[in-house]
């Protein structure tokens, strides 16, 4: 598939941008010792990375992108939000949610992000609560309204559906999420 030079710089830029903030985000978390919150956002930055090699023309990936993004879409918000959950009998829970959120039917996939976006978004879980709603509102804009398929105004669904997703992880960078 041939792509112009502005949607390659598009595709690709789009990308690692989210990959940018979602490093950025699993490393100041990190930093915190929120390790699960820290794997969701590296789980989003995995995929956000293989697409930026699959959307540079390299088409032997794409198996792999949509593996991680499937991972990703399934496990990296509830790591995000769970991150309270202390001690090892809850770090087991955890895991179970996880790998349950990878075996469920869509429609439960999406009430568990919801409830993730929402526990994100809760009053006290954040220094700044304003940031930490538009982060949820954000993502939820672009899973929900911006989708992946066809383009506004010429604009591919993709690349704002992954701009929006850069703008939630950065709105959550800067809410400073807490346990």
């Known amino acids: 598939m041939l792509v112009s030079t502005p949607m390659l710089i598009l595709h690709v830029g789009g990308e690692l941008l989210l990959a940018s903030a979602c490093l950025l985000a699993a490393w100041l978390h990190g930093r915190e ?19 930026a090699v699959l959307y540079a023309g390299f088409s032997a990936v794409d198996d792999l992108h949509r593996q991680l993004a499937f991972v990703s879409s399934r496990i ?30 869509p429609p439960v996939a999406l009430v568990g992000n919801a409830l993730a976006l929402v526990a994100l978004a809760w009053p006290g879980r954040s220094r700044r609560w304003a940031l930490a709603v538009a982060g949820s509102l ?7 309204v911006i989708g992946t398929q066809g383009d506004w105004l010429g604009i591919p669904r993709v690349d704002l559906f992954h701009l929006c997703l850069a703008t939630a992880v950065l709105a959550w960078i800067g809410a400073r999420l807490r346990g």
């Open 33 to 51: 010792r929120e390790g699960w919150r820290a794997a969701g956002f590296v789980s989003m930055a995995l995929a956000a990375l293989a697409g």
């Open 76 to 105: 990296g918000l509830p790591l995000i939000a769970f991150v309270w959950l202390q001690g090892a009998p809850r770090h087991l829970a955890l895991l179970a949610l996880a790998a349950a959120m990878l075996l469920v039917p």
């Open 138 to 144: 954000a993502f939820l804009l672009a899973g929900l």
